[in-house]
């Protein structure tokens, strides 16, 4: 607690400024007389009286986490309170009949809810949501998203799966039975989908900075550990994109998130997209050891069309890490992450991401992909189950989602 009252004191007298010192491109705090310990490479070893060098990030991130919403397009939702909030929640990628969102009584705390969304055998597809009018499946945007997302005529955009990084064997060839035809396998490859988007008043300009925290529970077993099964928990897309990918690839090409939150195998791990060019910058423990290291990513795999074997990429980004940067594992456990979110192909861009209190790594460079030159790139977020086949049932809950412009 002291440290806490200390850093809440020394973010609010902090002065800014700019440094090259420490590699960071963004503004950064200099806060006095505070004790801590943190890798050489990353600003230093140990201050006790010297000078602490704190992102922006970090401190916004703290506050973030322990204080409240107010601004206009921000919000809380941890479920006490009614059905799901659609006024808040987009549920057109559910199977609001057969599997809907459901809701239950949080037995560690009183007058709590815990919000269950499930994923079955059932669960195919990929529906495209028609955001655009006379549907408005999502809502009508808000005035000043009036381009954007909502557009007359505009609907949802496809992504794809791309390579995963876990250690895989043949993946069994799961088929949905005939009576539940999946109109989206595509070579033997299907998805199922059960994901809650933001509505449209929600979605946020993708070149500035959102912080998003999340406390969410996965289940302790799931049905397949060994066959790189790839499983999207938690998604960030930049839309809309630039019309050159269409070319290039053709109109059934699909964008992937530029920040993904994913349960490959039953492991939690996180990667960020430098357009074709996918890393995974965290991870909860795998079966092998890895090793997190400051500098450019190492895990990276490049997801153009061509190269679905996962071939290595390099990206233009650069990781540093905290002192202790591995993931809890959120099998049968709840983890709570905080990202600040920030998309940009300028080399101004910031991912950083903490669990808890714990900061966990930051990512700058290039993240994302070209923008559609005629129109602003927006963000969207998703949370739930996006993934290859499985006949299994798996439920993600989660206790509540947070968001708010920095």
């Known amino acids: 607690m002291e440290f806490v009252r200390v850093f809440v004191g020394a973010c609010s007298r902090a002065t800014l400024r700019h440094s090259t010192a420490v590699g960071l491109a963004a503004p950064i705090l200099t806060i006095p007389s505070i004790e801590r310990t943190s890798r050489a490479d990353n600003g230093g070893v140990s201050f006790a009286n010297a000078t602490t060098v704190i992102t922006l990030a970090s401190c916004a991130l703290f506050f973030f986490t322990i204080g409240s919403v107010s601004s206009a397009g921000d919000f809380f939702d941890d479920f006490k309170k009614g059905p799901l909030n659609q006024g808040l929640w987009c549920p057109c990628q559910i199977d609001m009949k057969d599997a809907p969102v459901t809701f239950s009584a949080d037995q560690g705390e009183s007058g709590d809810r815990i919000a269950h969304i499930i994923v079955k055998k059932t669960s195919i597809g990929g529906n495209l949501c028609k955001l655009g009018a006379p549907d408005y499946e999502c809502g009508k945007p808000a005035a000043v998203l009036a381009s954007g997302p909502g557009a007359a005529g505009e609907q949802d955009s496809r992504e794809t799966l791309g390579p995963s990084f876990m250690d895989a064997v043949a993946k069994p060839a799961w088929q949905p039975a005939p009576e539940h035809k999946d109109p989206y396998c595509e070579e033997g490859e299907c998805i199922q989908r059960q994901e809650l988007r933001l509505t449209d008043?929600?979605?946020?300009?993708?070149?500035?900075?959102?912080?998003?925290?999340?406390?969410?529970?996965?289940?302790?077993?799931?049905?397949?550990?060994?066959?790189?099964?790839?499983?999207?928990?938690?998604?960030?897309?930049?839309?809309?994109?630039?019309?050159?990918?269409?070319?290039?690839?053709?109109?059934?090409?699909?964008?992937?998130?530029?920040?993904?939150?994913?349960?490959?195998?039953?492991?939690?791990?996180?990667?960020?997209?430098?357009?074709?060019?996918?890393?995974?910058?965290?991870?909860?423990?795998?079966?092998?050891?890895?090793?997190?290291?400051?500098?450019?990513?190492?895990?990276?795999?490049?997801?153009?069309?061509?190269?679905?074997?996962?071939?290595?990429?390099?990206?233009?980004?650069?990781?540093?890490?905290?002192?202790?940067?591995?993931?809890?594992?959120?099998?049968?456990?709840?983890?709570?992450?905080?990202?600040?979110?920030?998309?940009?192909?300028?080399?101004?861009?910031?991912?950083?991401?903490?669990?808890?209190?714990?900061?966990?790594?930051r990512v700058t460079g290039k993240i994302g992909y070209e923008p559609k030159s005629s129109k602003s790139p927006h963000t969207k977020f998703k949370i739930g189950h996006y993934r290859d086949y499985m006949p299994f049932v798996e439920t993600m809950d989660i206790d509540w989602v947070r968001a708010k412009a920095e």
């Open 201 to 361: 008043q929600y979605v946020h300009d993708a070149n500035k900075p959102y912080l998003y925290s999340i406390r969410f529970r996965m289940p302790k077993n799931v049905g397949d550990t060994k066959n790189s099964i790839r499983w999207v928990t938690a998604q960030w897309k930049q839309e809309p994109l630039s019309d050159k990918y269409k070319k290039e690839f053709g109109e059934d090409w699909g964008a992937s998130p530029f920040l993904a939150q994913r349960y490959d195998n039953g492991v939690l791990h996180i990667t960020v997209q430098d357009e074709h060019c996918r890393c995974m910058i965290a991870s909860a423990p795998q079966k092998e050891e890895l090793s997190w290291d400051n500098g450019t990513p190492k895990y990276c795999q490049s997801t153009r069309p061509e190269d679905t074997k996962g071939k290595a990429c390099t990206p233009d980004l650069t990781a540093i890490y905290g002192d202790n940067p591995m993931l809890t594992s959120p099998a049968g456990k709840w983890t709570e992450l905080t990202y600040r979110v920030q998309a940009d192909r300028t080399g101004k861009a910031m991912i950083e991401i903490h669990e808890g209190k714990r900061f966990i790594v």
